[in-house]
Protein backbone atom coordinates (compact mmCIF):
# COMPACT_ATOMS: atom_id res chain seq x y z
CA UNK A 1 0.00 0.00 0.00
CA UNK A 2 0.92 3.82 -0.43
CA UNK A 3 3.28 4.84 2.52
CA UNK A 4 5.05 7.77 3.06
CA UNK A 5 8.46 8.55 4.87
CA UNK A 6 9.66 11.00 7.09
CA UNK A 7 13.17 11.84 8.41
CA UNK A 8 13.69 11.16 12.77
CA UNK A 9 13.01 14.24 14.60
CA UNK A 10 12.67 16.21 16.57
CA UNK A 11 14.82 19.03 14.55
CA UNK A 12 16.23 22.15 16.88
CA UNK A 13 17.51 24.98 15.00
CA UNK A 14 18.90 28.69 15.12
CA UNK A 15 16.86 31.45 13.77
CA UNK A 16 17.84 31.62 9.89
CA UNK A 17 19.37 28.26 10.18
CA UNK A 18 18.46 26.47 6.50
CA UNK A 19 16.20 23.52 6.72
CA UNK A 20 15.43 20.58 5.20
CA UNK A 21 12.75 18.03 6.19
CA UNK A 22 13.05 14.77 3.86
CA UNK A 23 10.23 12.92 3.18
CA UNK A 24 9.69 9.63 0.27
CA UNK A 25 7.02 8.25 -0.92
CA UNK A 26 5.72 4.77 -1.92
CA UNK A 27 2.65 4.85 -4.31
CA UNK A 28 1.04 2.97 -7.30
CA UNK A 29 0.36 5.52 -9.72
CA UNK A 30 0.53 9.48 -9.59
CA UNK A 31 -0.21 10.67 -6.60
CA UNK A 32 -0.62 14.03 -5.58
CA UNK A 33 2.15 15.23 -2.73
CA UNK A 34 1.47 17.68 0.15
CA UNK A 35 3.23 19.09 3.46
CA UNK A 36 0.97 20.11 6.21
CA UNK A 37 2.03 22.09 9.18
CA UNK A 38 0.48 22.10 12.37
CA UNK A 39 1.71 25.16 14.78
CA UNK A 40 0.58 24.81 18.36
CA UNK A 41 -2.46 24.99 19.78
CA UNK A 42 -4.08 24.73 16.10
CA UNK A 43 -5.04 22.01 13.37
CA UNK A 44 -2.97 20.89 10.54
CA UNK A 45 -2.87 23.74 7.69
CA UNK A 46 -1.83 22.96 3.99
CA UNK A 47 1.55 24.72 3.67
CA UNK A 48 1.97 23.45 -0.38
CA UNK A 49 1.46 20.81 -2.91
CA UNK A 50 2.53 19.34 -6.01
CA UNK A 51 0.43 17.04 -8.11
CA UNK A 52 2.66 16.27 -10.58
CA UNK A 53 6.25 15.02 -10.98
CA UNK A 54 8.54 18.23 -11.29
CA UNK A 55 6.27 20.65 -9.77
CA UNK A 56 7.65 22.72 -7.48
CA UNK A 57 5.20 23.92 -4.54
CA UNK A 58 5.85 27.19 -2.65
CA UNK A 59 4.13 28.90 0.48
CA UNK A 60 5.55 31.12 3.32
CA UNK A 61 9.37 30.76 1.89
CA UNK A 62 8.84 27.19 2.16
CA UNK A 63 9.54 25.25 -0.99
CA UNK A 64 9.59 21.32 -2.25
CA UNK A 65 10.12 19.69 -5.21
CA UNK A 66 8.32 16.58 -6.64
CA UNK A 67 10.90 14.28 -7.84
CA UNK A 68 9.37 10.75 -9.26
CA UNK A 69 12.68 9.10 -9.97
CA UNK A 70 13.65 9.44 -6.36
CA UNK A 71 10.19 9.66 -5.26
CA UNK A 72 10.89 12.69 -2.59
CA UNK A 73 9.19 15.42 -1.85
CA UNK A 74 11.58 16.98 0.89
CA UNK A 75 10.62 20.14 2.35
CA UNK A 76 13.47 23.53 2.26
CA UNK A 77 13.71 26.41 3.16
CA UNK A 78 16.45 29.00 3.10
CA UNK A 79 15.98 30.97 6.46
CA UNK A 80 14.19 29.89 9.04
CA UNK A 81 12.32 31.96 11.67
CA UNK A 82 11.19 31.51 15.25
CA UNK A 83 7.55 31.64 14.38
CA UNK A 84 8.49 28.16 11.51
CA UNK A 85 7.99 25.99 15.10
CA UNK A 86 5.74 23.44 14.09
CA UNK A 87 4.87 19.93 13.33
CA UNK A 88 5.11 19.00 10.00
CA UNK A 89 3.70 16.35 8.28
CA UNK A 90 4.22 14.78 4.66
CA UNK A 91 1.49 13.63 2.98
CA UNK A 92 -0.05 11.73 -0.45
CA UNK A 93 -3.12 11.24 -2.04
CA UNK A 94 -3.22 8.96 -4.76
CA UNK A 95 -7.03 9.13 -5.36
CA UNK A 96 -9.72 11.51 -6.30
CA UNK A 97 -13.19 12.67 -4.94
CA UNK A 98 -14.36 10.48 -2.11
CA UNK A 99 -11.30 8.39 -2.41
CA UNK A 100 -8.95 11.52 -1.99
CA UNK A 101 -8.23 10.19 1.28
CA UNK A 102 -4.20 11.24 2.89
CA UNK A 103 -1.63 9.14 3.83
CA UNK A 104 0.60 10.67 6.37
CA UNK A 105 4.05 10.09 7.31
CA UNK A 106 4.67 10.64 10.77
CA UNK A 107 5.59 14.12 11.51
CA UNK A 108 8.19 16.05 12.17
CA UNK A 109 8.87 18.52 15.37
CA UNK A 110 10.92 21.97 14.50
CA UNK A 111 12.27 24.19 17.09
CA UNK A 112 13.67 27.08 15.90
CA UNK A 113 15.53 28.58 18.63
CA UNK A 114 16.07 33.01 18.73
CA UNK B 1 -11.12 31.00 5.29
CA UNK B 2 -12.51 27.48 6.15
CA UNK B 3 -12.81 26.70 9.53
CA UNK B 4 -13.36 23.18 11.01
CA UNK B 5 -13.93 23.05 14.62
CA UNK B 6 -13.29 20.16 16.62
CA UNK B 7 -14.78 19.04 20.29
CA UNK B 8 -13.58 18.63 23.13
CA UNK B 9 -10.20 19.56 22.55
CA UNK B 10 -9.02 17.08 25.48
CA UNK B 11 -10.99 14.56 27.52
CA UNK B 12 -10.60 12.20 29.87
CA UNK B 13 -13.08 9.49 30.43
CA UNK B 14 -13.48 6.62 32.61
CA UNK B 15 -12.52 2.93 31.55
CA UNK B 16 -15.80 1.12 30.24
CA UNK B 17 -17.26 4.55 29.54
CA UNK B 18 -18.17 6.03 26.01
CA UNK B 19 -17.07 9.76 24.67
CA UNK B 20 -18.39 11.69 21.76
CA UNK B 21 -16.16 14.22 19.66
CA UNK B 22 -17.82 16.49 17.45
CA UNK B 23 -16.59 17.62 13.92
CA UNK B 24 -18.16 20.69 12.39
CA UNK B 25 -17.70 22.97 9.62
CA UNK B 26 -18.30 26.23 10.57
CA UNK B 27 -18.73 28.40 7.35
CA UNK B 28 -18.72 25.36 4.28
CA UNK B 29 -20.56 22.33 3.90
CA UNK B 30 -18.53 19.50 3.68
CA UNK B 31 -19.35 16.57 1.13
CA UNK B 32 -16.72 14.06 2.95
CA UNK B 33 -15.73 14.02 6.30
CA UNK B 34 -12.29 12.28 7.53
CA UNK B 35 -11.57 10.90 10.85
CA UNK B 36 -8.19 9.99 11.80
CA UNK B 37 -5.68 8.60 15.18
CA UNK B 38 -2.71 9.58 15.92
CA UNK B 39 -0.27 7.19 18.04
CA UNK B 40 2.73 9.00 19.98
CA UNK B 41 5.52 9.30 17.18
CA UNK B 42 3.25 7.23 14.75
CA UNK B 43 1.45 8.48 11.57
CA UNK B 44 -2.02 9.55 11.59
CA UNK B 45 -3.61 6.66 10.64
CA UNK B 46 -7.18 7.45 8.95
CA UNK B 47 -10.15 5.36 10.69
CA UNK B 48 -12.57 6.18 8.29
CA UNK B 49 -14.11 8.11 5.42
CA UNK B 50 -18.12 8.98 5.68
CA UNK B 51 -20.50 10.95 3.78
CA UNK B 52 -23.94 12.75 4.89
CA UNK B 53 -26.75 10.70 5.32
CA UNK B 54 -24.45 7.44 4.92
CA UNK B 55 -22.46 4.58 6.68
CA UNK B 56 -19.27 5.27 6.92
CA UNK B 57 -16.23 3.39 5.27
CA UNK B 58 -13.86 1.93 7.90
CA UNK B 59 -10.45 0.89 7.24
CA UNK B 60 -9.27 -2.23 7.48
CA UNK B 61 -8.42 -2.89 11.72
CA UNK B 62 -10.73 -0.27 12.77
CA UNK B 63 -13.49 -2.10 14.97
CA UNK B 64 -16.74 0.33 13.63
CA UNK B 65 -18.93 -1.10 16.44
CA UNK B 66 -16.51 0.78 18.64
CA UNK B 67 -15.50 3.98 16.52
CA UNK B 68 -19.33 5.35 16.00
CA UNK B 69 -19.33 7.53 13.18
CA UNK B 70 -22.37 9.07 12.33
CA UNK B 71 -22.55 11.83 9.55
CA UNK B 72 -25.82 13.61 10.91
CA UNK B 73 -25.66 16.69 8.35
CA UNK B 74 -23.61 18.58 6.01
CA UNK B 75 -21.76 20.37 9.15
CA UNK B 76 -21.55 17.71 11.58
CA UNK B 77 -20.10 14.24 11.83
CA UNK B 78 -19.27 12.78 15.58
CA UNK B 79 -17.28 9.98 16.40
CA UNK B 80 -18.23 8.19 19.37
CA UNK B 81 -15.48 5.84 21.38
CA UNK B 82 -17.70 3.24 22.66
CA UNK B 83 -16.90 1.35 26.53
CA UNK B 84 -13.09 3.23 26.24
CA UNK B 85 -10.30 1.37 27.33
CA UNK B 86 -6.80 2.96 27.84
CA UNK B 87 -5.53 1.34 24.82
CA UNK B 88 -7.72 4.08 23.06
CA UNK B 89 -5.76 6.79 24.69
CA UNK B 90 -5.04 9.34 21.37
CA UNK B 91 -4.63 12.37 19.61
CA UNK B 92 -8.20 11.90 17.11
CA UNK B 93 -8.55 14.66 14.38
CA UNK B 94 -11.10 14.64 11.70
CA UNK B 95 -10.97 16.63 8.30
CA UNK B 96 -13.51 17.89 5.73
CA UNK B 97 -13.63 17.68 1.81
CA UNK B 98 -14.89 20.52 -0.12
CA UNK B 99 -15.38 19.71 -3.59
CA UNK B 100 -15.10 22.12 -5.97
CA UNK B 101 -14.37 22.40 -10.28
CA UNK B 102 -10.83 23.06 -9.09
CA UNK B 103 -10.55 19.94 -7.20
CA UNK B 104 -10.55 18.83 -3.59
CA UNK B 105 -9.84 20.84 -0.65
CA UNK B 106 -9.68 19.53 2.64
CA UNK B 107 -9.59 21.19 5.88
CA UNK B 108 -8.35 19.90 9.50
CA UNK B 109 -9.88 20.20 12.54
CA UNK B 110 -7.55 20.69 15.95
CA UNK B 111 -7.59 17.42 16.75
CA UNK B 112 -8.92 15.98 19.75
CA UNK B 113 -6.82 14.42 23.04
CA UNK B 114 -8.92 11.07 24.65
CA UNK B 115 -7.31 10.24 27.50
CA UNK B 116 -8.61 7.10 29.24
CA UNK B 117 -7.89 6.37 32.69
Not at chain 2, 31 to 51: G, V
Amino acid sequence: GDSVTQMEGPVTLSEEAFLTINCTYTATGYPSLFWYVQYPGEGLQLLLKATKADDKGSNKGFEATYRKETTSFHLEKGSVQVSDSAVYFCALSAGTGANSKLTFGKGITLSVRP
Amino acid sequence: GAVVSQHPSRVICKSGTSVKIECRSLDFQATTMFWYRQFPKKSLMLMATSNEGSKATYEQGVEKDKFLINHASLTLSTLTVTSAHPEDSSFYICSAQVDSRSGNTIYFGEGSWLTVV
